[in-house]
């Protein structure tokens, strides 16, 4: 049984960084696609990152060059790490996973919601001034 539970979400300032956990069970880690979310009511549920098996990353453009996805397979634990925080990343944000297709390894990019089989609970994100 594939579980995915999100951590590390909480209040934080506008500018200061924060970097939110996903770990995985039930399932090898190592050979998931793993992506990022985050839901805004009312709105839809917005990608934010992919990273495949041999760790190739893939970032929507609104929040290249501030999120950085990384996994510590070891530790089954998906990272996002987000930098110069604005209130507009208020949010739930959520890791996703998904098995691998052909060869057994995760490679090609997936960034919409639909591609993504399991998903966590969710960890709300509030930024403020």
């Known amino acids: 049984q594939v579980q995915l539970v999100e951590s590390g979400g909480g209040s934080v300032k506008t500018g200061g960084s924060l970097i939110l956990s996903c770990t995985g069970s039930g399932y090898t880690f190592s050979r998931y696609c793993m992506g990022w979310f985050r839901h805004v009511p009312g709105q839809e549920r917005e990608f934010l990152s992919f990273?495949?098996?041999?760790?190739?990353?893939t970032y929507a453009d609104s929040v290249k060059g501030r999120f950085t996805i990384s996994k510590d397979n070891d530790k089954n634990t998906l990272y996002l790490q987000i930098d110069s925080l604005k209130s507009a990343d208020t949010a739930i944000y959520y890791c996703?996973?998904?098995?691998?297709?052909?060869?057994?390894?995760?490679?090609?990019?997936?960034?919409?919601?639909?591609?993504?089989?399991?998903w966590g609970q969710g960890t709300q994100v509030t930024v403020s001034s």
């Open positions: 996703a996973a998904d098995p691998p297709r052909l060869g057994g390894w995760c490679a090609a990019p997936r960034s919409d919601q639909t591609e993504y089989q399991y």
């Open positions: 990273i495949g098996s041999t760790g190739t990353t």
